[in-house]
């Protein structure tokens, strides 16, 4: 099949990329390259299955040449803003990059035919949930950040289209997602950093946050086996683990990893690590795992395996140009 | 205080300006005249208390221009496309006029430090909810017209506003408000089409559907006592009565208001009125009401009051011009 994947140079695709062209599909990328990277596509660039776009999706017309191109029979919508703390800055930097792109993607759905989307949203919709864990059809939802705004506005949107359009949607609510070639992240951060400086590491908020961290192949996993076993209009999914880590353990693991020992951990206090952070998040995984659905990393192991990933690949100066 | 009301010249607008005016407030209404009337500010050009603004709310410039000129004590956002079957023809018609127009309103407030919103949503955010009548925590939320998308997207944007920049707001989900100056609405439909065949009313649908018609006067007491009483930070209410109307009933009652007899009702046929109506819709109306509100009509009796309202203002010739 066709598969059209949004955001398609970024940390999810990446990962996904190599498995839907392995599983025999045709894959159509495309991405603006502002949080995306060129590394990200390289590997697939000159194989007959796959196709990159550089393409800002704001662009209607473009969008539309795009679907014109390429009739996909699945559109796989990773595109976004993943840093939340930049929509507080730039208050418009995730009506923008979330909703109105996602608009644009639906608007050239409707209009060429396209049936079927896959939707990275986000736990975040549920901003501070009285409810632990959290299931998808907890109310009310008072998104805290403009970031998990725009990912319920999508939402929204995606659900209108398909019982308007006859459209079927298959939306995730991730809790954290990590793993190798990350554009962003608390465990991307902390390598960073700590290459920088190896006695001193800033850490955001006081350290006890707490989220469930995916591993990013259980994640594409998780995915592709909701959209092959949900069949409603729009399924709706927490794609997550049943136990979390500390922003604390993720800089000691990280340490650990890097060989350092003796490091000062500065704590910025507060227990946000930005406006709109919520610090406590655990999402109710039953309706995924009822299906028949695994991940098979915990939380605490995705953190080691993301470590060890990021810091051999910045050691081997990955990402550069 | 100074009090901003967008959709000024707006149904609800027009009953709820001579309330405002006459507590003492001033108010700056602002419109684009598209929805709304010149017939609805009319009577309160030349009071030194009004100020009316024709102003695309879209226009951020020119919204930033009306909060550096009025910076407003409260903003009381009813600008809205109230038409929901027009926004599945124009599938960007309730984003650009709902969620854009919603986000630069929230900005301004932002940017010139304006605290206070109310805002009118619907219950048309809870879709087809599982649980009738539908509390304020249901969920999950899907939408399934693009009006809904946009107002759920409204509020999403409000709740991440609030908690990111210490605004506090009060959104209300109407069910179905009705009286005097309509701009739109099936006892408005239908009071036109009557003046025009009286022997034939076309009827969108069965005529089974079932939904609570608020008085407007009723609506505007609820908004205001829930702002008065309740001091959340995001502060929604179901704002609607606990019967229901049936659209049939409507019709009848439309036809005797206007004396007439042997009316042939044609009925275009389905459950739904338009792609994206909600046949049946019953909101719990019991978090308002246990603050210490009543409506004082019921939706009967609203559905009465208001035929004869609309009747009286169409044989006098009103909204002409």
Known sequence: MRILVTGGAGFIASNLTPRLLGAGHEVVAVDNLQLGTRAHIRPFLGNPQYTFWKLDLLDLPKVDELFTTHKPDLVWHLAANSDISFGTTYTDFDLKGGTLVTYNILESMRKHDVKRIVFSSSGAVYGEPLMLPTPEDYGPLWPISLYAASKLACEALISAFCFNYDMQAWIYRFGNIVGPNPTHGVSFDFVKKLLKDPRRLEILGDGTQTKPYVYVEDCIDGMAFGFQHAQDRVNCFNLAVEDWTSVRTI??????????????????GGSRGWTGDVPKVRLDTGKLTRLGWKPRLTSDEAIVQTADAIVAQMRAGWGKG
Chains 1, 2 share one sequence.
């Open 251 to 268: 800089a000691e693991v990280t340490v650990a990893t890097m060989g350092l020992s003796n490091v000062e951990f500065a704590f910025t």
